[in-house]
C-alpha cells in the first residue's frame, strides 16, 4: 500500500477541482489541491481522506493556527497535519512576489 499525502496551497483564484494534480510513484501518492479559502481546504481535505484514505496532509504556510486546528479535527486523529513553515527572509521575498502579483488585492 502507498503512502497517501495531501498537498493544499492557497491562491486567491484557486478552483480546487480544476487546479489539482497528483505525482505517484510505486510507493507514493503525493494530491496537490490549491484552495482559495478555509472553508474549500475543509472540503477538500474531508472528501481525499473518505474517497482516497489520506494519511497525512500538508500545509502551505498560509494556513493559520486556528485553520490548522480546524483542519486537524476534519480529517481525525489517524491523519497526520503538517505545515510548512518559512524563516524571516524567506518569507519576505515570498510576500513581496504575492504583493506584486496582487494576492492582496480585494476580490468581488
Not at 47 to 59: D, F, M, N, T, W
Request: charged share 20%; with cysteine.
Amino acid at each position: 500500500m502507498a503512502l497517501k499525502a495531501l498537498f493544499l496551497a492557497h491562491a486567491p483564484d484557486a478552483e480546487p477541482d480544476r487546479h489539482q494534480c497528483m505525482v505517484e510513484t510505486p510507493m507514493y501518492q503525493l494530491f496537490v489541491r490549491v484552495v482559495r479559502n478555509q472553508a474549500q481546504a475543509l472540503e477538500v481535505c474531508r472528501r481525499l481522506v473518505a474517497e482516497e484514505g489520506i494519511h497525512a496532509v500538508l500545509l502551505c504556510p498560509g494556513f493559520t493556527h486556528h485553520d490548522i486546528s480546524e483542519l486537524a479535527q476534519a480529517v481525525g486523529p489517524k491523519v497526520g497535519v503538517f505545515v510548512a513553515r518559512g524563516d524571516s527572509p524567506s518569507n519576505a521575498v515570498v510576500l513581496d512576489v504575492m504583493a506584486r502579483e496582487g494576492w492582496f488585492e480585494k476580490r468581488g
